[in-house]
């Protein structure tokens, strides 16, 4: 083994992702460098890379279903080549095709799911593309359980209790109307994410034996009016098609099925 490379490349080498990165970001580098003599030294002509084929002498290993790669040292003589081609990509073409992270206010698996999903089950779901509950949820719409798991290799109980979970209502807001001349001018408004509520469909919702006011309703989610008393309590809601959930009004709450 090459003791010239640094502990991490020698024990297991680096992941692939790192390594084109550290490969483009250098040729990033390359590329401003160009930028500034042309501008700087106001020069007519001068040259560019037109495209990079790079054949590397590596030894390629699979550790938890991520690709990592050790460069051979000399004498090593039965790596692996791999073969890699770059070519340059303008930025509308960047912006077009990268995943808008600006858009994405779901909560990630992490924060949605929490203990209910391991290290290595969010791994897996990332590999199909599902990085927030909104993308797990729609996914389970479209396409079921059963090919999510097959998809991702998930055993089907581990994933019927995050699907269980994602699916629960969670307070995704909570708004104060503020006063008037000393009196209130409006209750609390609380805006409760519910992914597996149905279309149409309000769900009845109550706290401390009183009825809580539905007052708005949208996609997968609804606004309730509580009165300040219920504020920080219990409330219990029924969607009428499936077990009643109970979820406390605080600001980040999530919802769990109340045994019967």
Known sequence: MN????PLVQDQGLPFDLLLQALTAQLDKAQAAMAIKARVAQLPLTFALKDINIDLRAYVRVVNDEIYVRPAGPGEQDASVLKMAFTTITKPMIEENAVDFAAQTAP???EAL????????ERRLEQIGVRNVQQLNELRR??????????SRLPVNRLQQALLKASAPRVSHIESGGSVEGREAM?????VQAPGMRIGRLPRVRAAGLDVPVVASGDEQFVLAPMAIQMGEDVEIDFGDGPTQRLRLAEGAIGEAVSP
Do not use: Y
């Open 3 to 6: 003791s010239s490379l640094p």
């Open 108 to 110: 990630s698996l992490r």
């Open 114 to 121: 929490g203990d209910a999903i391991s290290d290595e089950d």
């Open 142 to 151: 479209n396409a079921g359980a059963d090919v999510i798991a097959r998809l």
């Open 187 to 191: 209750g609390h408004r609380v805006t």
